[in-house]
């Protein structure tokens, strides 16, 4: 069991959930300075975190 394939593994998710959450919000929002904050804020996170973790997945090799 490798830890880094499982942590790229975790990190993909919560990139995943970030961008859903981003989506849901962009479907509801009316526009508002705040809400064009939080687009942009969880946007940029679940962005950096799926490239991490597909990353980490992709570079770290099969031992066992």
């Known amino acids: 069991m490798n830890l880094k394939r499982i942590f790229g593994a975790l990190l ?3 990139g995943i959930g ?10 509801s929002t009316a526009g508002d300075t705040r809400d064009i904050k939080t687009l ?3 946007g940029v996170l679940g962005i950096i975190f799926f490239i991490s973790g597909i ?4 570079t770290t090799k099969d031992e066992s």
């Not at 970030?18 to 479907?27: D, E, N």
């Not at 990353?55 to 992709?58: A, G, T």
């Open 18 to 27: 970030g961008l859903i959450y981003t989506a849901v919000i962009f479907a």
């Open 40 to 42: 942009i804020i969880y």
């Open 55 to 58: 990353s980490l997945v992709r």
């Open 12 to 14: 993909t998710a919560l």
